[in-house]
Every structure is written in structure tokens, then in C-alpha cells.
């Protein structure tokens, strides 16, 4: 049994900064990356970054790259999401998700790369 529990969303200026945490528990041996999705309102889910765990590489979304980072906690199963010059457009619920594809089978981007997710939670970017 996984599971994935996000916490750090809430309502930011735009401009501001936010933490995302991810504290994952049970089998998570089995995990090779973990990641974090995002769907606004009236859209569908979409990428925002990844992290493979044994060699650290890190993907992100275009829309993000330069603002967002991605990074684990070495003593804890848990995997960060740092949103800096957060604006209006990052207003959404965040996934966090971990997959158990080894590297080479994935590439940890697609939704359908990660079996186990979070339950989400809200980021709300004022103007």
C-alpha cells in the first residue's frame, strides 16, 4: 500500500513564493521518481516537474522551468516543490505522484508514467 499526502498549498500574491510537500509511506522501495502534476479550473491535469531518485535528474515544464524546483528530503520520504514568481496562471490543485517504471522505461512526464497519486492540493495566485 502507497500513499502520497501533499500539503503546502494556500493562497499566495502573485509575485510570492510557496513550498509544496509530498510525504510518501509505505512501499516506497519501489519508486524510481516522483512527481508533480497540476489542473486548473476547466482544464485538464498537466506536467509541471519530475525528479528520478537515484540519480537526481530533474524535468520540468516549460511553463515553470527557472521558477519551480523540485527536491527530496534525505531523511524522509518526502519529495518538495518550490514555486517561486508565482502568478495568476499557476492557480490550480497540484498532484503529487511517484512511479515504479525503472529509468529507460519512462520518461516522467505522462501521466500514465506515475501509478500512485496524492489527493492534491490548492494553490490560489492572486493578481
Known amino acids: 500500500q502507497v500513499q502520497l499526502e501533499e500539503s503546502g498549498g494556500g493562497l499566495v500574491q502573485a509575485g510570492n513564493s510557496l513550498r509544496l510537500s509530498c510525504a510518501a509511506s509505505?512501499?516506497?522501495?519501489?519508486?524510481?521518481?516522483m512527481g508533480w502534476f497540476r489542473q486548473a479550473p476547466g482544464k485538464e491535469r498537466e506536467f509541471v516537474a519530475s525528479?528520478?531518485?537515484?540519480?537526481?535528474?530533474?524535468e520540468y515544464a516549460d511553463s515553470v522551468k527557472g521558477r519551480f524546483t523540485i527536491s527530496r528530503a534525505t531523511a524522509a520520504n518526502t519529495v518538495y516543490l518550490v514555486m517561486n514568481s508565482l502568478n495568476p496562471e499557476d492557480t490550480a490543485v497540484y498532484y503529487c505522484?511517484?512511479?515504479?517504471?525503472?529509468?529507460?522505461?519512462?520518461?516522467?512526464?505522462?501521466?500514465?508514467?506515475?501509478?500512485?497519486w496524492g489527493q492534491g492540493t490548492q494553490v490560489t495566485v492572486s493578481s
Open positions: 505522484a511517484s512511479s515504479d517504471l525503472p529509468p529507460g522505461s519512462a520518461w516522467y512526464r505522462l501521466q500514465h508514467e506515475f501509478g500512485y
Open positions: 509505505g512501499r516506497t522501495s519501489n519508486f524510481y521518481a
Open positions: 525528479l528520478k531518485l537515484n540519480s537526481g535528474t530533474q
